[in-house]
């Protein structure tokens, strides 16, 4: 992988972490589109914790806020009620689903889950589940009435944007609304949620970087460098965005652009 390449990705990586549009299966699908090299799922993961900075830069005081409040807690119980104290253990209890999935099936996620015609379908089929998302949802409620039910309901929908495609911010936001948030608290929470399981799946991913013909480390460090400034951006359109508008527009990208790679790829144009 060249600089250029680096950066393209690093970017894109960056923009569609947070956007409900799937960045794993971009990073599969982009390089395709352009001839390149596949840069590999440990590029894919190691480039995430760029965009996880991301999101510890611009919740650094919710998140100071519930790390203390939750510490706190084991100590006194007065404080095990508070909402700060709950969303700590919500966050902590919703990654072990993404974490055992991610063990038990990580030779099928670094290989066969990279498979064109299966992105493709994932991001078409699983734009229906979004649309749903939105017929059905109340959006009445914000992240101070979550519950341990919605914290495991959502970390279970989280390991299922495991296959690329599926997009973690699309399956965690829509879990949110057919439980009934509001969008931007929906994607606040899930933006929050998504940190234990993708610094975690990074770090585990490192071992890999380099070998089998992926990216090395300078294109990655590159990579991640430009995905945290990128993942920054995303993050603070998504909050904005969704204040006044639905999650549609991205089913309409996903829908055509999985077509897109059906077409391509079973004519042979990408592999």
Same mark, same amino acid.
């Given at each position: 992988?060249?600089?250029?390449?680096?950066?393209?990705?690093?970017?894109?990586?960056?923009?569609?972490?947070?956007?409900?549009? &799937?960045?794993?299966?971009?990073?599969?699908?982009?390089?395709?589109?352009?001839?390149?090299?596949?840069?590999? /799922?440990?590029?894919?993961?190691?480039?995430?914790?760029?965009?996880?900075?991301?999101?510890?830069?611009?919740?650094?005081?919710?998140?100071?806020?519930?790390?203390?409040?939750?510490?706190?807690?084991?100590?006194?119980?007065?404080?095990?009620?508070?909402?700060? /104290?709950?969303?700590?253990?919500?966050?902590?209890?919703? =990654?072990?689903?993404?974490?055992?999935?991610?063990?038990?099936?990580?030779?099928?996620?670094?290989?066969?889950?990279?498979?064109?015609?299966?992105?493709?379908?994932?991001?078409?089929?699983?734009?229906?589940?979004?649309?749903?998302?939105?017929?059905?949802?109340?959006?009445?409620?914000?992240?101070?009435?979550? =519950?341990?039910?919605?914290?495991?309901?959502?970390?279970?929908?989280?390991?299922?944007?495991?296959?690329?495609?599926? &997009?973690? &911010?699309?399956?965690?936001?829509? /879990?949110?609304?057919?439980?009934?948030?509001?969008?931007? /608290?929906?994607?606040?929470?899930?933006?929050?949620? &998504?940190?234990?399981?993708?610094?975690?799946?990074?770090?585990?991913?490192?071992?890999?970087?380099?070998?089998?013909?992926?990216?090395?480390?300078?294109?990655?460090?590159?990579?991640?460098?430009?995905?945290?400034?990128?993942?920054?951006?995303?993050?603070?359109?998504?909050?904005?965005?969704?204040?006044?508008?639905?999650?549609?527009?991205?089913?309409?990208?996903?829908?055509?652009?999985?077509?897109?790679?059906?077409?391509?790829?079973?004519?042979?144009?990408?592999?």
């Amino acid at each position: 992988m060249d600089v250029l390449q680096a950066i393209v990705l690093g970017i894109v990586q960056g923009l569609t972490e947070f956007l409900p549009i &799937s960045s794993s299966g971009h990073l599969r699908v982009v390089p395709a589109f352009f001839g390149w090299e596949d840069p590999g /799922a440990a590029f894919t993961a190691v480039t995430q914790i760029g965009t996880m900075l991301a999101v510890l830069v611009y919740f650094r005081s919710d998140l100071w806020r519930i790390a203390t409040t939750w510490f706190g807690s084991l100590r006194d119980p007065a404080l095990r009620s508070d909402i700060d /104290a709950r969303v700590g253990w919500y966050i902590l209890l919703g =990654t072990l689903p993404i974490s055992v999935v991610g063990l038990a099936f990580s030779a099928q996620i670094e290989s066969g889950a990279r498979d064109l015609y299966l992105i493709g379908s994932a991001l078409i089929l699983f734009s229906f589940v979004m649309l749903a998302a939105e017929r059905f949802a109340t959006r009445e409620r914000e992240i101070e009435t979550l =519950t341990l039910r919605d914290g495991i309901v959502i970390g279970c929908a989280q390991a299922i944007a495991l296959i690329p495609g599926v &997009s973690r &911010s699309g399956a965690t936001i829509s /879990a949110g609304l057919f439980l009934g948030l509001a969008r931007p /608290a929906a994607a606040r929470y899930s933006f929050l949620l &998504s940190i234990p399981a993708v610094v975690l799946s990074g770090v585990f991913e490192l071992r890999n970087i380099g070998e089998g013909g992926s990216a090395g480390a300078g294109a990655t460090l590159i990579a991640t460098v430009l995905a945290f400034a990128a993942g920054y951006a995303s993050i603070a359109f998504l909050l904005k965005f969704l204040v006044d508008h639905t999650i549609s527009v991205f089913v309409a990208y996903r829908i055509v652009l999985g077509l897109l790679v059906l077409v391509l790829a079973g004519t042979g144009i990408i592999a």
